[in-house]
């Protein structure tokens, strides 16, 4: 990362530059930072500002993974598939219904297409960081306290590249963390702006069927079994509980794990033993027990919500870009 970094900055005309400006929203280690509440935060501010935000993905761990690009959404209906997709990038399509989400490696190509096919006037780029073949206008990192100075490279640590690589980004967006503290770790680092990011769960929604949801139902006074496969499993059941929820146990998977019908049979018989009522999970979990149909339990997802203290740090920054 090193080596390609310096060779970028030394030839910026290597960059491939898109027509409408480009947001990245990115980490330095792997996994776990909350980057995905984050860039779906950003493109929602994008839609009530009037513009038509595109988010650039490149589909990790997808099981049809097709030459070109996918079009998970061209900001008005749901095109693609899990398969064709990937969890997170259909999460965000459902997350904020009116942004195009486009899924290829090269986020060049699906910025084209965008811009020309689907009247995209500005890009989010998704996990962007470390991809360093596309121009951007602004770099978002996201991190938590003490993650970026106490962390060692892979494989030594979780950090993708050295730590002096975080003094590239212009606004540093710091999860549960104090507007000081999250100050304090951008000046460490050599960043200009920060903000700390406040996420609190929202509102349970039931999953009645595939793709089929019924707003505000469940109650948190029930017993629930709660699962997750993503990659801080433990933090979702500590949010849960510290937000009022009876958890009478809990299942956690590896980040991105595909549910099968024995994981099922496994949660069902977990659920009967813990004397639970309903399985309670999260936006990036749901879509992934949708694929499987019909579900032998009541299952809830529960919406992650992120603010921003003090938001003008990221968004004036956003707005700088697009003027």
């Known amino acids: 990362m090193q080596v390609r970094r310096r060779r970028y900055e030394s030839e910026p005309q290597r960059r491939r530059h898109l027509e409408r400006p480009v947001i990245s929203v990115g980490n330095l280690s792997m996994g776990g930072t909350g980057k995905s509440p984050v860039v779906a935060a950003i493109a929602q501010w994008l839609l009530d500002a009037g513009e038509r935000p595109a988010i650039l993905s490149r589909g990790y761990a997808r099981r049809d993974v097709v030459d070109g690009v996918v079009v998970v959404s061209d900001g008005?209906?749901?095109l693609a598939t899990i398969d064709r997709s990937g969890d997170e990038p259909l999460m965000l399509a459902?997350?904020?219904p009116g942004a195009i989400v486009c899924v290829s490696p090269e986020r060049y190509l699906s910025g084209r297409l965008a811009e020309q096919q689907l009247g995209a006037t500005v890009?989010?780029?998704d996990d962007g960081f470390q991809h360093l073949?596309?121009?951007r206008d602004l770099d978002v990192l996201v991190t938590s306290i003490g993650e970026i100075p106490n962390g060692k490279?892979?494989?030594?640590g979780r950090l993708r590249e050295p730590i002096d690589a975080a003094a590239r980004a212009q606004v540093l967006v710091v999860s549960d963390a104090t507007p000081g503290a999250a100050a304090s770790e951008a000046w460490a680092l050599g960043i200009s702006q920060a903000c700390a990011a406040v996420r609190t769960l929202g509102?349970?929604?039931r999953i009645l069927e595939a793709a089929i949801a019924e707003p505000g139902a469940g109650s948190r006074e029930q017993k629930i079994l709660a699962v997750a496969g993503i990659a801080n499993p433990d933090r979702f059941v500590s949010s849960?509980?510290?937000a009022g929820w009876n958890v009478a146990d809990s299942m956690t998977f590896k980040d991105h794990h595909r549910y099968s019908m024995s994981d099922l049979a496994a949660i069902a018989a977990k659920m009967r033993v813990a004397g639970a009522d309903a399985v309670v999970t999260t936006d990036k979990d749901a879509v992934r027990f949708e694929s499987?149909?019909?579900l032998p339990f009541p299952l809830y997802r529960v919406p992650l919500r992120v603010d921003f203290e003090p938001a003008d740090a990221l968004f004036e920054s956003i707005r700088a870009v697009l003027e």
Not at 153 to 156: A, F, N, T, Y
């Open 76 to 78: 008005r209906e749901i």
């Open 123 to 125: 890009h989010i780029l």
């Open 292 to 294: 499987l149909g019909d």
């Open 203 to 205: 509102d349970p929604v």
């Open 133 to 135: 073949e596309l121009a």
């Open 240 to 242: 849960l509980k510290n």
């Open 94 to 96: 459902r997350q904020v």
């Open 153 to 156: 490279v892979i494989p030594r």
